[in-house]
């Protein structure tokens, strides 16, 4: 059955979301979003697009952006082949890193680009990483809040701020209440937060297998492997789903090794 084809927004600006295969990791750390960013300015600058909001999680990403005389599709495939080239090249990988085909939902009006926004602006509060959005480092929400660029312009912030008010100061203000006091974000105290965040787990595991690269576990042959991950189960707070996704090997491995184990 042909896929559905992806809806055209008629003002050329698009909520993007592409998502790690089996939402397994695309960033393992900061050098790998620090990459991921170069490559998108280097993009930015060869095509003439805009970015209105960016925002790095470790399984995914989102964008806010405009495109130009290249379609979102032309944009999209060159930014996730030239990542997923550098990505597969450090962690000796092959093959997609996406989960399928990334998500494109077109913006027709001045609300749905506020609202747009503002989601990926507090998905990392959501995600219970940090308090407010303007804790996050790896989002455009500092370069809105503080009016500094952290990568050179990245972000066409100007754009946005002046459909808040033609004051500068005004315009930042209003964003500012606009990000924080729409939605009843959850507590850190629901029972639903999971005990470690994605980025503290990565550091976690890192201390208990020494040199060895994340991402070439699930290589390693089953006995070694096995070995491993039943070392890591150990670790308290961890779950089997959140070793899965990190390690990029099926939760029923996971669950097999902890029955080895017992």
């Known amino acids: 059955m042909p896929r559905e084809g992806r809806k055209i927004s008629s003002t050329g600006i698009y909520h993007i979301d592409t998502l790690g295969i089996n939402s397994q990791l695309i960033f393992y750390d900061d050098a790998d979003r620090e990459m991921f960013l170069k490559k998108l300015l280097k993009i930015k600058n060869e095509k003439k697009f805009k970015i209105y909001a960016w925002c790095l999680m470790d399984n995914h990403y989102h964008l806010v952006m405009k495109e130009s005389d ?4 032309r944009i999209m495939q060159s930014l996730n082949g030239s990542y997923a080239r550098y990505f597969n090249q450090k962690y000796r990988g092959s093959g997609s890193i996406y989960a399928g085909r990334f998500y494109s939902s077109p913006i027709e009006n001045i609300s749905y680009l506020h ?3 503002r989601y990926i602006h507090q998905n990392c509060v959501r995600g219970f990483i940090v308090e407010s959005p303007a804790l996050y480092f790896w989002s455009s ?3 809105y809040y503080s009016q500094r ?4 312009d990245l972000s066409d912030r100007r754009d946005i701020l002046e459909l808040f008010s033609r004051d500068p100061v ?3 203000n209003y964003f500012i209440e606009f990000t924080e006091a729409v939605y009843e974000l959850p507590q850190r105290k629901s029972p639903y937060r999971m005990k470690h965040s994605d980025t503290e787990a990565i550091d976690l595991i890192k201390s208990h297998v020494g040199s060895v690269e994340l991402p070439n576990i699930k290589k390693l ?3 070694e492997k096995i070995i491993i991950i039943q070392h890591l189960k150990s670790i308290k707070d961890i779950s089997g789903p959140q070793l899965s996704r990190i390690l990029g090997i099926p939760l029923g491995v996971i669950w097999r090794a902890g029955k080895r184990e017992e």
């Open 170 to 172: 005004k315009a930042v």
């Open 141 to 143: 929400c500092q370069e």
């Open 115 to 117: 609202t747009a926004i």
């Open 70 to 73: 290249y379609s979102i599709s």
């Open 149 to 152: 660029s952290l990568y050179n």
């Open 221 to 223: 042959p089953m006995n």
